[in-house]
C-alpha cells in the first residue's frame, strides 16, 4: 500500500449521556486505536469533531470522532475528506450494527446504509464506496424497541464482548494498513468463526 492518509471515523453521539451506549461504539473503536498509538483526540471546529493523527501499520492515519450527532455524521467525513483530498475507499467507518450479535466484528466495502442514520448521511456526502467495520451491538428482537435500544446501556456480558471484538478489529486493522485488506477480512472472520466453533463444541 502506498504511503498516503488513511481516514478512520467513528460514529456516536456527543455528550457524556451517550458515551457508554450501544450507538457509540464506533466512537469506542477510534478510542482503541488512540490509545494504542498513544495520541490524544482534540477538538478541531474544521472536521467537526475530535481529531486525531497517528501512524498505524506504517500509514499516516487521520482519526475522527464527528461531533455533529449521528445523523449530520456526513458533515465531519466530508469536511476531512475534501480538507486531506482522501478518496472514499481510503475511508473505515467504524458503526454500530443491530445485525450482528453482541462482538462479532465485520469489515466490508461499500454497499447500502441499511437504514443507519450515520450511514444514510455518509453515504448522502461522500458516497457508498468507503471502507466499513460493522460492530456487532446484537437486536432488541422488536423493531419499535430500536430506538431506546441502541440509545442504552449493553449488559456486561454484551459491553465485554464489543471490547473483545474491538481489540480483534484494531488487530485486522493493523493487518490491513500493513498492505492487505483481504488479509484483514480473513484475520477478523476466521477469528470469529473458529470461537464459535469452539463454544459450539464445548
Wanted: charged share 25%.
Amino acid at each position: 500500500m502506498a504511503d498516503h492518509k488513511i481516514a478512520i471515523i467513528g460514529l456516536g453521539n456527543p455528550g457524556s449521556e451517550y458515551e457508554a451506549t450501544r450507538h457509540n461504539a464506533g466512537f469506542w473503536f477510534v478510542d482503541r486505536l488512540a490509545d494504542r498509538a498513544g495520541v490524544p483526540l482534540r477538538a478541531e471546529s474544521k472536521f467537526h469533531g475530535l481529531f486525531g493523527r497517528a501512524r498505524i501499520g506504517g500509514q499516516d492515519i487521520l482519526l475522527l470522532k464527528p461531533t455533529t450527532f449521528m445523523n449530520r455524521s456526513g458533515r465531519a467525513a466530508q469536511a476531512l475528506c475534501q480538507f486531506y483530498k482522501i478518496a472514499p475507499d481510503d475511508v473505515l467507518v467504524a458503526h454500530d450494527e443491530l445485525d450482528l450479535a453482541a462482538g462479532t466484528m465485520r469489515l466490508k466495502l461499500g454497499g447500502g446504509h441499511g437504514g443507519h442514520n450515520g450511514l444514510r448521511d455518509l453515504h448522502g456526502q461522500i458516497g457508498s464506496g468507503y471502507r466499513r467495520l460493522r460492530i456487532g451491538i446484537g437486536h432488541p428482537g422488536d423493531k419499535a424497541m430500536v430506538l431506546n435500544y441502541v440509545l442504552g446501556r449493553p449488559s456486561r456480558d454484551d459491553e465485554t464482548a464489543i471490547l473483545d471484538g474491538l481489540g480483534r478489529a484494531a488487530d485486522a486493522t493493523d493487518t490491513w494498513l500493513r498492505g492487505s485488506w483481504d488479509k484483514a477480512l480473513q484475520q477478523l472472520h476466521t477469528e470469529k468463526h473458529n470461537r464459535d466453533s469452539a463454544a459450539g463444541s464445548a
